[in-house]
């Protein structure tokens, strides 16, 4: 497989620099992304950027990882608008550790010569002095060639509108210095000849190459890939309520697989090229097939069944598929018992969640009392309205109508403390039983 040719149909390639095309067909080049560890799982904007490493791999290159325990503690200013908080050491290891266990889930570490690696910056700049750094780094590149990157430039400029800059602090300055001197270690110790990242790494990625001309005289490689943004050219990545999260206890596969789902035709027909390994003639079939009938959604359905499946797992992804049907009325009261409890509260997180003393729910005499006077008025202000909307078809427990007004309270609760209660078409209300 031709890496830069797979990355330019999925429209993944953004730039990559002369030679690096010659230095692929060469033969086997290791390559590196660098993550940073701010955070203990990786968003879904990672995620196109780790599909870097996946195609770099499946077109026969290696891949490395690199954890910046030594960097996270810094910042890297591109993108950024304003200095960002420091984390201490403890904090950063945590997040190294979730990052980790989410990166193998990609690649593939026992593969022969190209399997996959991970490294930590911090295993070689914890024994590296300030005057060592400078005396055998810093000598090397001009502060006028640092300050032409755009992501300090952006940062000491003035805007358009001549307001004033936040200002960069010299930690946050040296950190492509340090970044470039990652691409410089892993070049000598690795052999690492190319370093990709999203289109916003393009000057810390270049100041690597940079540094390794200057100091040994070789030659390496950058290759960046499209920054994944929205429709309305914002970052891609997250949802209303935030990140997009790898990781499960960040954000459920149920709202994960919804948040895929909920793409617009736009955005899926882009987004289905970078996030899935799905070959070309199939992803131009489920095209076609989609602008036949674009109310089926079928690119969202294909895009967040493969997605869910390899971030979380096959149960999950069917899981979240029972759960949304719960929702469009499909589902059944087999379907609702077959849900985990945390899938089960992340379906219904929008919805009014009500509290009941099991003694009080146990002493309801009739399903009327239950609705009303047992539920404080939340469902139903009365009685009267409970029986109105009952004789109407309009309640249904658990997903199973209510026949009579007077139905004694024995329904089956799920997950033994749970009740879904729906009132007309749209109103749900989750009953909990405590």
Not at 86 to 104: C, H, P, V, Y
Not at 175 to 194: A, E, M, P, S, T
Not at 307 to 322: G, K, L
Request: with cysteine; hydrophobic share 35%.
């Amino acid at each position: 497989m031709n890496l830069i040719e797979e990355l330019r149909w999925r429209g993944m390639l953004h730039d990559f620099m002369p030679g690096t095309e010659e230095q692929l067909a060469s033969g086997m080049t290791t390559g590196y992304i660098g993550f940073d560890p701010t955070a203990s799982s990786l968003h879904i904007g990672n995620l196109a950027t780790i599909m870097l490493l996946v195609h770099l791999q499946r077109a026969g290159h290696k891949p490395i990882a690199l954890v910046g325990g030594a960097t996270g503690m810094i910042g890297d200013p591109s993108g950024k608008s304003a200095e960002r908080n420091l984390l201490d050491e403890a904090t950063l290891q945590a997040n190294q550790a979730g990052i980790r266990k989410q990166l193998e889930k990609f690649l593939d570490f026992n593969c022969g010569d190209n399997a996959a690696e991970i490294v930590n910056n911090y295993d070689w700049f914890k024994e590296f002095s300030f005057l060592g750094f400078l005396r055998e780094v810093g000598k090397h590149l001009t502060v006028n060639y640092m300050m032409a990157k755009d992501s300090v430039k952006k940062r000491i400029s003035a805007d358009e509108e001549g307001n004033r800059a936040e200002g960069l602090s010299f930690t946050e300055f040296s950190y492509q210095l340090i970044q470039g001197y990652d691409f410089y270690h892993l070049y000598k110790n690795k052999n690492v000849r190319l370093q990709m990242g999203a289109s916003d790494q393009w000057g810390n990625i270049t100041t690597g190459t940079e540094l390794i001309r200057r100091i040994d005289d070789g030659k390496a490689f950058a290759l960046v890939g499209k920054l994944v943004t929205k429709s309305d050219g914002t970052k891609f990545g997250k949802s209303e309520g935030g990140n997009v999260w790898l990781d499960p206890a960040y954000t459920s596969p149920y709202k994960f697989y919804q948040f895929w789902l909920n793409l617009s035709d736009e955005e899926a027909e882009k987004l289905i090229k970078v996030y899935t390994l799905l070959p070309q003639d199939e992803i131009e079939r489920l095209t076609e097939e989609h602008k036949q009938a674009p109310h089926l959604r079928v690119l969202q359905k294909a895009l967040a069944k493969d997605v869910t499946i390899r971030v979380h797992s096959e149960e999950d992804y069917n899981s979240a598929v029972d759960a949304s049907e719960i929702l469009f009325g499909k589902g059944d009261l087999e379907t609702l018992k077959g849900l985990k409890e945390d899938v089960l509260l992340s379906v219904f997180e929008g919805v009014p969640q009500i509290e009941v003393s099991r003694g009080n729910y146990e002493g309801a005499a009739t399903v009327s009392d239950l609705l009303s006077d047992v539920t404080g008025g939340q469902i139903f202000e009365s009685k009267g309205e409970a029986k109105r909307m009952i004789k109407n078809g309009g309640v249904s427990i658990n997903r199973q109508k209510i026949q009579g007004t007077e139905e004694p309270v024995n329904y089956e609760l799920l997950q033994e403390k749970y009740l879904v209660i729906q009132k007309g078409k749209k109103n749900y209300f989750l009953v909990s039983v405590n």
